[in-house]
């Protein structure tokens, strides 16, 4: 079936370093592929989606890029502020059992220090 | 505003009681989901409707029921079935079942039981 393998945390960088969390995901078919954003307590935020091979999405300055001939859709940011501190889920959609079902990672909790 | 309103966001059930937590939407989408989410876990999948008075099962329906009368609401009952049913609920919906639709999140139901 379909799934999601997302590096486990928790990431620990200090303001304004590079981030990538790394995703993989198998799938058959050609999925959609989305990060998500959770701040503590709160539900789900779309961050970026891709709905096929070599589309880049991006927002707030987080860019991930669908690749295909690596299964991969990894997460990357320039230069990360206090306020991207959150737990990041990779999520794939694609047929599996007839419907169009959502399949997320583990999430991978990222803390910013000042 | 547009978006996805649950409640309440705390409940707390006592042993052996069925409780109910509502969904509400007013974004116009066919298809509406509940998913769990435990700590340190990413979510899983527990009913969903693509259509008014239409529902399947997902990945861990047991000790769980639903009803989609209207459109906009899709309340989920926890029952007295469900043995470990302290978690956090996600209401979500999207406007169909393509995988390039985005499911977007309600902010999430705490509940404990005591």
């Known amino acids: 079936g379909n799934s999601v393998t997302q590096m486990e945390g928790p990431v620990t960088l200090s303001e304004e370093a590079f981030l990538t969390i790394n995703c993989t995901y198998t799938a058959t078919g050609y999925p959609s592929l989305f990060w998500y954003v959770q701040y503590p307590g709160e539900g789900l935020q779309l961050l970026l989606k891709?709905?096929?091979?070599?589309d880049k999405g991006s927002n707030k300055g987080f860019e991930a890029t669908y690749r295909k001939e690596t299964t991969s859709f990894h997460l990357e940011k320039g230069s990360v502020q206090v306020s991207d501190s959150a737990v990041y889920f990779c999520a794939l959609r694609g047929t599996q059992g007839g419907s169009e079902k959502l399949v997320f990672g583990k999430g991978t909790k990222l803390t910013v220090n000042p | 505003d547009g978006g996805i309103t649950q409640s309440p966001k705390y409940l707390f059930r006592k042993e052996g009681q069925n409780v109910t937590l509502s969904c509400e939407q007013n974004?116009?989408?066919?298809?509406m989901y509940w998913y769990r989410q435990d700590p340190g876990q990413g979510l899983r999948l527990i009913y969903y409707?693509?259509?008014?008075?239409?529902?399947q099962k997902g990945d861990i329906a047991e000790g769980y029921s639903v009803s989609r009368e209207k459109k906009e609401s899709f309340p989920l009952t926890v029952t007295s079935a469900q043995k470990n049913p302290t978690a956090f609920y996600l209401c979500?919906?999207?406007?169909?079942?393509?995988?390039?639709?985005?499911?977007?999140f309600g902010e999430g139901s705490w509940l404990t039981v005591v």
């Open positions: 891709a709905t096929k091979a070599d």
């Open positions: 974004l116009n989408h066919d298809a």
């Open positions: 409707s693509q259509i008014v008075n239409d529902f």
């Open positions: 979500a919906s999207s406007r169909g079942q393509a995988r390039g639709n985005t499911i977007y």
